[in-house]
């Protein structure tokens, strides 16, 4: 049986041949082109700053950077993310404070936010997980309140949007992602938005080992720059953002509509503030753990992968070795973990292909229900 990817690219011969213009023009790293590429995506977003660098986690630790951290400053973190969301807070000698999500959004719980407030808070980081926006009025309710910066990690949500606005304008930063499985992907890259005056240009600095104009350094920077090779093939991709977005609704209402209905199967939930879904990922609840890994191994077996993304950062061992967390204090964030399955999403996916999947996910389920 062939294979379906659990993502895959969408590239074509505009990509090739820009590249190729690129080179050809001799100037390779950061200049015109990644200028080029910002104006775009502000205009698109409708922000009024774009940063590039050279990848999603450069982006979130800029963001960081920009705030002046002290030792021991806490920033407040969703349990359940991609690693980096944590890791971005020790690179600054700060302390990342984990919170709980909620059981329909995976996202952030925002009542939980306030729990963990302390006279340490200095941030909180919310996640779009899978591509859904989060709450973002009510977060920013709760950080006005108690005077805490805002900072979004939409890795996950290139292109979605929070009532009737592109996700990118709503935090005080938002990161984002171009890696290889995100709706545009130039390999690697990142983008910081803002409409901060003063942080667009200590993020500009920052990006650029600290300099302010050649050879004059006036803060500890890093060499986070994209060049314009790879601005280039970012370019014609962006191209293409809302066809891949339109394409990743229409496989989302596929699997939707083969799978609502059927017991044991939670399928994506929408809040009324998503205007579009970011489809990062498809993601289902399996309700029952041991149902769960039946459904993966018939999947593994018919060679369509998967993904069971991310288990919670302090549970990891890093983390749970640096801070001693023990397995009982995030039993919700791990009950949630161990119910996820990300379905095969990306341009080009066919609609036999759909029907296959959810056909293999739904024997398995009246084969095995009664069982575990």
């Not at 950061?30 to 977003?45: H, P, R, S």
């Not at 920009?66 to 359940?80: C, G, R």
């Not at 969301?85 to 690179?91: D, F, K, P, R, S």
């Not at 017991?263 to 609840?285: E, L, M, N, R, S």
Request: include cysteine.
């Amino acid at each position: 049986m062939i294979k379906i990817p659990i993502s895959k690219p969408f590239i074509t011969k505009d990509e090739r041949e820009a590249v190729s213009k690129q080179i050809k023009s001799g100037w390779i790293t950061m200049g015109k082109t990644v200028d080029l590429f910002e104006k775009k995506i502000k205009k698109k977003l409708g922000v009024k700053y774009a940063i590039l660098v050279n990848n999603g986690t450069s982006a979130l630790h800029l963001c960081l950077l920009a705030l002046n951290l002290k030792n021991n400053d806490e920033v407040i973190v969703p349990s359940i993310s991609y690693v980096t969301t944590a890791n971005v807070v020790l690179y600054c000698n700060a302390k990342p404070v984990f919170i709980i999500e909620d059981k329909k959004t995976f996202n952030i719980d925002s009542e939980s936010i306030l729990k963990k407030i302390t006279k340490k808070t200095r941030a909180i980081i919310t996640t779009d997980l899978k591509g859904m926006p989060v709450d973002y009025d009510k977060i920013k309710k709760i950080c006005k309140l108690h005077d805490i910066k805002f900072i979004s990690d939409s890795a996950e949500s290139f292109g979605a949007k929070y009532k009737n606005k592109f996700v990118g304008s709503q935090a005080m930063m938002h990161s984002f992602s171009f890696f290889g499985n995100k709706n545009i992907t130039t390999g690697e890259g990142g983008l910081i938005t803002t409409n901060n005056f003063s942080l667009n240009k200590k993020l500009r600095i920052l990006r650029n080992q600290g300099q302010n104009r050649r050879y004059n350094h006036i803060m500890l920077g890093n060499n986070y720059r994209m060049n314009d090779i790879t601005a280039s093939f970012g370019i014609q991709q962006f191209k293409k953002l809302d066809k891949i977005l339109n394409y990743k609704n229409y496989i989302a209402k596929e699997y939707s509509l083969h799978l609502n209905g059927i017991d044991d199967i939670q399928t994506p939930f929408i809040p009324k503030y998503v205007k579009q879904h970011g489809w990062y990922a498809y993601c289902i609840i399996i309700k029952n753990k041991k149902l769960r890994d039946k459904i993966l191994k018939a999947l593994d077996k018919n060679n369509i992968e998967y993904r069971i993304s991310f288990p919670p950062i302090p549970l990891q061992p890093y983390y749970k070795k640096k801070f001693n967390f023990k397995e009982k204090e995030f039993l919700e964030s791990k009950k949630i973990y161990n119910t996820f399955i990300d379905l095969p999403n990306w341009y080009g996916l066919k609609s036999n292909q759909i029907k296959i999947i959810c056909s293999i996910i739904i024997r398995v389920i009246k084969k095995y229900k009664d069982e575990v």
